[in-house]
C-alpha cells in the first residue's frame, strides 16, 4: 500500500532564504508523485507532478522537486523564499500507477516566511 | 474553461440533521473523486465516481454517507443525521476520460460545521 510521510509539519524560513519540504513516499509501484500548495481556506493548487522520466521536475513558482528511488523521497524546493509562498504544502502518490485512481496525501507542512 | 466549482461553500448543520455537497468538474470531465480534510489533517479519500457508477468507495463511512454523479448535473455528496466529527472540509476533484491519475484539478472545497 501507498504512503506518504511529511517531516515537519510546521517549517519557517526568512524570505530569500533556501526552502526545503521533506517528503519521503512508500509504495508498491513505480509511483506518480505530485506537490500541491493549499492558501488559507482555498482548495489545492498542483505545483509540480513527477511520473516518468527526468527526475528533477520543475514546478510553478519557482519550485522544484527531485525523485530520489534510492531514498524514497521527493522533497520540495526553492532557492529564494517569497513572503506569498506562505501557505500549506501536501505531498502526495497516486494510489495506482498509470490509472485512474485516488491520491494519498502527506499531513501537509506549514511554510512560514519572516520578513 | 471554469473550475472545478462546489457549493456551498460554507454549510453549518445542527447534529442529526442532513448535508448535501454539490460538485460540478471541470466541462469535459467525467471523472469526479471526492476527498475530506480534518483540522491539522491532509486530505483523505473517499469515493471516485464516474457518470452513473461508483468506481472506488472504499474511503467511505460504512454508515450516513452516500454520493452519487448522475447523468446530467453535479456530484452529490450526501451525509445523513451529520455529527460533530463531521464537521472538516470536503473537497472535490475532476479529471478527464482517458488520463491517469495525474490530472486531478481540485475545487475550492466545502467547510462543514455540524453544531
Known amino acids: 500500500a501507498q504512503s506518504v510521510t511529511q517531516l515537519g509539519s510546521h517549517v519557517s524560513v526568512s524570505e530569500g532564504a533556501l526552502v526545503l519540504l521533506r517528503c519521503n513516499y512508500s509504495?508498491?509501484?513505480?509511483?506518480?508523485l505530485f506537490w500541491y500548495v493549499q492558501y488559507p481556506n482555498q482548495g489545492l493548487q498542483l505545483l509540480l507532478k513527477y511520473t516518468t522520466g527526468a527526475t528533477l521536475v520543475k514546478g510553478i513558482n519557482g519550485f522544484e522537486a527531485e525523485f530520489k528511488k534510492s531514498e524514497t523521497s521527493f522533497h520540495l524546493t526553492k532557492p529564494s523564499a517569497h513572503m506569498s509562498d506562505a501557505a500549506e504544502y501536501f505531498c502526495?502518490?497516486?494510489?495506482?500507477?498509470?490509472?485512474?485512481?485516488?491520491?494519498?496525501f502527506g499531513k501537509g507542512t506549514k511554510l512560514s516566511v519572516k520578513p | 474553461n471554469a473550475g472545478v466549482m462546489q457549493n456551498p461553500r460554507h454549510l453549518v448543520r445542527r447534529r442529526g440533521q442532513e448535508a448535501r455537497l454539490r460538485c460540478s468538474p471541470m466541462?469535459?470531465?467525467?471523472?469526479v473523486y471526492w476527498y475530506r480534510q480534518l483540522p491539522e489533517e491532509g486530505l483523505k479519500f473517499m469515493v471516485y465516481l464516474q457518470k452513473e457508477n461508483i468506481i472506488d468507495e472504499s474511503g467511505m463511512p460504512k454508515e450516513r454517507f452516500s454520493a452519487e454523479f448522475p447523468k446530467e448535473g453535479p456530484s452529490i455528496l450526501r451525509i445523513q443525521q451529520v455529527v460533530r466529527g463531521d464537521s472538516a472540509a470536503y473537497f472535490c476533484a475532476s479529471s478527464p476520460p482517458g488520463q491517469g491519475s495525474d490530472t486531478q484539478y481540485f475545487g475550492p472545497g466545502t467547510r462543514l460545521t455540524v453544531l
Open positions: 466541462k469535459g470531465h467525467s471523472h
Open positions: 502526495a502518490v497516486s494510489a495506482r500507477r498509470g490509472s485512474q485512481g485516488n491520491l494519498i
Open positions: 509504495s508498491s509501484v513505480p509511483p506518480y
